[in-house]
């Protein structure tokens, strides 16, 4: 598709009127004649203004009388109005005398009119609004949101608004040939919107940025960068001199910073190179550092102007590091002093980083490069995926660059791997503890065999520190068709996926756009706006500010010690908790590689982590930052409480067993006594009552503990027994009921241990279990009976 022509009214557009029309119809040329209401041909008065000279000096114009013929009427003819020239009219004078006066004495008594009277009269006048001012500088919108299919674009986030610049496209099904564009569209996540209806907005296209695609956009609070890109193949279109491209976001206008070079710094080539337009990189923007990278990619006759044809593309291993305006790097020789970077940003091309520069360390394009806070001092990035050619760089092992030395390491991952892949896409969540930050992967393509590359449509998850890879199973969901050369981004807990290339089997892809719930792993026909429009607002340190990032509510904030961008409302899923323990909220207790690091960041260095805390101020988790030796231990919070509620669990069964141990033994022991009493009642009634077997006083004392007691035996007719009170010397009697009978009634010893115990077992009823004179509550008592027995 050719680029489009500029845009019409929306009458010529849709062809019911062409322009020259509609022209004549808005603006018509002044008729030289018209009809009055008798029919016949008149004169329409209409003015031609000329200069004084040329009416006093006399000269003439078309079908002019000289200006000094004063025959007829003596006027002047100027156009086709006649105007007296020569005779002064004193009256017409006096009438615009009058006039004014009228006019002065209206504007002296127009403020003391009622409002009311001119309410329904005029326009009202009030202040323009600020997009009102913007729109009549900038071009007029006339990107079109509406495309077959959209790949190999630039896209950044911004405050809530993700902005998407360039790519390749096609606008119909049957179109053969694919289209190099500068459009420029933005997607509000501001506000909750469907995937069959996204929020987009096409902007100015414009004029200067070129028509690239395989770039990148960092993206600062304030900006957008354009770098690198490849141009149009088919027709070709030759590169021209490489410039830095600034959106201001602000005023709405792009900025073009001319020939910029490359600053000295560490593991760098030195100052004043000139910055070369790479493309099929891999990049990533941190806001809270106020720095970009771009990592690997080509050189060749579409990204470099002047390049031959003929000579070989260049697969390229470096890493260039962008530094916004406004922002210092330690690592950079002219801002190390903590001066900032100026208007045009500044370079750093970093070709010599450990690693970097060894035969092991790979060219590679169509790759990844992922950002890791919390991390030695100035926190990490991942490189992984990619390749050159027929040579593709494995899953199993991952490039680690720690950005405050400004070098490279490796560290071998765990688990089942997916396949080896180019162009895929990834999007980095934050657990709101900071103990693992979870990258998840979607897509991407096999090149082999040539021309006949296979896309893929599967989800994966690479856990760090761990370094574990976790398939995330779709298998029952509706999953966006196989694509590769898509851009993926988070917010708000959910990863937004833009454009892709399907392959030809797919008609048209359109609107193109897909969410996946980062927490429910699942893919949703919606997105859910979480942070709102607290997105467009700086965070000042309340609760209730901005959220620019929107970064978890624990983690908010500018600098090393932010969290992770987009992060908002993530909670770590089950079948990742299932890999690294804890739960939604973090508590991971895998906070160390499974295979152990040798060197580098993960080796040495201690990650930052966070409190976390529930609308009620109490702490839900909190994370202690793991030994030095990465050994994978750390404390964690849950598993301790996890342990004291497992071992008081433990505790209580272990009591309730020892109650039914003791409740066999005293039912045991009652069976015996009872089954003795009532053998001895059969041999001597009287037995019975000698054995004493009646309740003792609620004194503790009876009469036979004291001396000289005095007994008085009161029959009981209803009964045949009796009552047997017995008096102390304080002149109080206490009673026992039982049946009394028997020469040895009369008399009460002092009660033996074994009277004792056949006391308590038999003065109730059968031991219990439960109760308040039962086992479980009254242990120590039954154990005595035990022991006395």
């Avoid at 004078?93 to 309410?119: C, D, E, I, M, Q």
């Avoid at 260049?314 to 406004?326: A, H, M, Q, R, V």
């Avoid at 970093?350 to 950002?371: N, S, W």
């Avoid at 007994?711 to 009552?723: R, T, Y």
Wanted: aromatic share 8%.
């Amino acid at each position: 598709m050719d680029v489009a022509e500029r845009r019409k009214s929306v009458f010529t557009e849709v062809g019911l009127v062409d322009e020259a029309t509609a022209r004549n119809e808005r603006c018509p040329p002044p008729s030289l004649t018209s009809q009055d209401p008798s029919g016949r041909p008149r004169r329409v008065k209409s003015v031609r203004f000329r200069s004084q000279d040329s009416v006093l000096s006399g000269r003439v114009g078309k079908d002019k009388r000289p200006s000094n013929d004063l025959s007829g009427d003596s006027t002047q003819d100027m156009g086709n109005t006649k105007r007296n020239m020569t005779i002064p009219v004193h009256p017409a004078k006096l009438l615009k005398l009058g006039l004014l006066l009228v006019a002065l004495v209206f504007t002296l008594h127009v403020p003391r009119f009622p409002t009311s009277l001119f309410s329904s009269m005029g326009a009202k006048a009030r202040a323009l609004p600020v997009d009102a001012v913007d729109a009549s500088i900038i071009k007029r919108e006339d990107t079109n949101t509406q495309v077959c299919k959209r790949w190999a674009h630039q896209s950044a986030i911004v405050n809530g608004t993700l902005y998407i610049y360039g790519g390749r496209s096609t606008t119909e099904s049957t179109q053969t040939s694919d289209t190099w564009n500068n459009d420029f569209l933005s997607l509000d996540l501001t506000k909750s919107w469907q995937i069959s209806n996204p929020s987009l907005t096409g902007l100015p296209r414009p004029d200067g940025p070129p028509k690239i695609s395989m770039g990148y956009l960092w993206s600062s609070l304030q900006s957008l960068f354009l770098y690198g890109g490849e141009f149009s193949d088919d027709p070709v279109a030759l590169p021209s001199a490489y410039s830095t491209w600034e959106y201001q976001i602000g005023p709405k206008r792009w900025i073009e910073h001319k020939e910029p070079k490359t600053s000295a710094g560490a593991n760098a080539v030195e100052e004043d190179q000139p910055v070369q337009r790479s493309a099929e990189g891999s990049g990533v923007s941190v806001s809270a550092l106020g720095r970009g990278w771009y990592f690997g990619g080509h050189l060749d006759y579409l990204t470099t102007e002047g390049w031959s044809i003929q000579t070989a593309r260049i697969y390229l291993k470096s890493l260039l590091e962008f530094t916004f305006p406004g922002h210092s790097n330690k690592q950079v020789e002219s801002l190390s002093d903590g001066q900032t970077a100026g208007d045009g940003g500044v370079y750093r091309n970093i070709t010599e980083g450990g690693l970097q520069d060894t035969a092991g360390f790979p060219e590679r394009a169509d790759g990844l490069l992922v950002y890791i806070p919390g991390f030695a001092e100035e926190g990490l990035l991942l490189g992984l995926t990619g390749g050159v050619n027929e040579s593709f760089t494995q899953m199993n092992v991952i490039d680690v660059y720690d950005i405050a030395s400004s070098t490279w390491y490796k560290q071998s991952t765990s688990g089942k791997q997916p396949k080896y892949r180019v162009n895929p896409c990834a999007a980095v969540a934050a657990a709101a503890d900071g103990s693992s930050y979870n990258i998840y992967m979607f897509g991407g393509q096999n090149l082999q065999p040539f021309k006949g590359q296979t896309q893929y449509d599967d989800m994966w998850i690479l856990s760090v520190p761990s370094f574990t890879w976790i398939e995330v199973d779709t298998s029952s969901q509706s999953v966006p068709y196989a694509r590769a050369g898509h851009t993926c981004h988070v917010w708000d807990g959910q990863m937004i996926v833009v454009g892709g290339y399907v392959g030809q089997e797919l008609s048209c892809d359109s609107p193109g756009i897909y969410v996946f719930n980062m927490s429910s792993l699942e893919w949703s026909d919606q997105f859910t706006a979480l942070t709102g429009e607290r997105a467009t607002r700086a965070f000042d340190g309340n609760e209730d500010s901005g959220n620019p990032l929107a970064q978890q509510a624990n983690q908010r904030g500018m600098g090393t010690q932010a969290g992770l961008e987009g992060s908002y409302g993530y909670a770590v899923p089950a079948a990742v908790q299932s890999v690294i323990g804890g739960k939604e909220t973090g508590g991971a207790t895998l906070t160390a590689p499974v295979q152990t690091p040798t060197e580098g960041p993960f080796e040495t260095g201690k990650p930052i982590t966070y409190t976390v805390t529930g609308p009620n101020g109490h702490i839900i988790t909190g994370v202690t930052d793991p030994s030095a030796g990465g050994s994978g231990s750390g404390t964690n919070i849950g598993a301790i409480v996890a342990g004291v509620l497992a071992g008081l669990f433990a505790l209580i069964a272990g009591y309730f067993a020892f109650c039914a141990w003791v409740y066999r033994k005293q039912v045991a022991i009652w069976k015996k006594h009872a089954s003795m009493m009532a053998n001895a009642t059969e041999k001597q009634p009287g037995a019975f009552a000698a054995t004493g077997a009646m309740a003792t006083s609620s004194s503790g004392k009876n009469s036979s503990e004291q001396q000289n007691p005095r007994m008085a035996l009161f029959p009981d007719s209803s009964s045949g027994g009796g009552v047997v009170r017995t008096s102390n010397e304080a002149g109080g009697t206490t009673g026992t009921t039982g049946a009394v009978t028997g020469p040895s009634a009369g008399t009460v010893g002092r009660r033996s241990s074994d009277s004792s115990s056949t006391e308590d077992l038999l003065a109730g009823q059968e031991p219990t279990f439960w109760g308040a004179r039962g086992v479980l509550l009254n242990p120590r008592r039954s154990l005595r009976v035990i022991n006395r027995d």
